[in-house]
Every structure is written in structure tokens, then in C-alpha cells.
Nanobody, 120 residues
Framework: QVRLMESGGGLVQAGGSLRLSCAAS????????MGWYRQAPGKQRDLVAV???????DYAGSVKGRFTVSRDNAKNAVYLQMSSLKPEDTAVYYC??????????????WGQGTQVTVSS
């Protein structure tokens, strides 16, 4: 079993910055894709940014140039540096990890979510 623990959400004014962190613990052989999704009230959960173990990134168009995803593979951790925040970035942010165990079976895991609120 793998657990994802998030931290770093909160309330910030428009134009401000926040940094989210997520660490995975448990039985992990390899983490392939790891990153962040978000879900605003009444909307579906959407990709924000993910990074492969090799460093390839994928960003939502709405956050390109403002958000930066990074990983520390040795710590099984992923980070999201968010800058120039806008009220429309308000959502619950979920950490995501695509984990392969020692039996080479792949599972997808989600964190419990952390609230990010951007005031105008």
C-alpha cells in the first residue's frame, strides 16, 4: 500500500505564490508519473502538472509559465511551485502517483487533497 501526504495549501491573494509538497510512502519499486490535479467546486478533476521519472513534464495550458512541477526521486516526492496565482486557480489540489511495485504491477494513487484559495 502507498500513501501520499500533501502539504502547503492555503489562502493567498491574487498575484501571490504558494508551494505544494507531496511525499509518497509505502511499498514502492518505482514511481513513473507523479504530479498534481485539481478540482474546483462543481467541476471535474483536471490535470495541473505531472512529471515522469525521467523529467518529462506536462502542464495544463492555463498554468504554463506560472506553475513549475519538480520531483525528488530519492525522496519519492513531488512539488508544485505556483506563482502569479489567479482566483480561477482556487480548487482542491490532489497529488497523484503512478506506482509500480516489486511485482511489476502498476497502481495509481491519490492524496487526500489540499485546498488552495486565491482571493481577488
Amino acid at each position: 500500500q502507498v500513501r501520499l501526504m500533501e502539504s502547503g495549501g492555503g489562502l493567498v491573494q491574487a498575484g501571490g505564490s504558494l508551494r505544494l509538497s507531496c511525499a509518497a510512502s509505502g511499498t514502492i519499486f518505482r514511481i513513473d508519473r507523479m504530479g498534481w490535479y485539481r478540482q474546483a467546486p462543481g467541476k471535474q478533476r483536471d490535470l495541473v502538472a505531472v512529471m515522469t521519472s525521467g523529467g518529462i513534464t506536462d502542464y495544463a495550458g492555463s498554468v504554463k509559465g506560472r506553475f513549475t512541477v519538480s520531483r525528488d526521486n530519492a525522496k519519492n516526492a513531488v512539488y508544485l511551485q505556483m506563482s502569479s496565482l489567479k482566483p480561477e486557480d482556487t480548487a482542491v489540489y490532489y497529488c497523484y502517483a503512478d506506482v509500480t511495485n516489486s511485482a511489476y504491477v502498476n497502481y495509481k494513487y491519490w492524496g487526500q487533497g489540499t485546498q488552495v484559495t486565491v482571493s481577488s
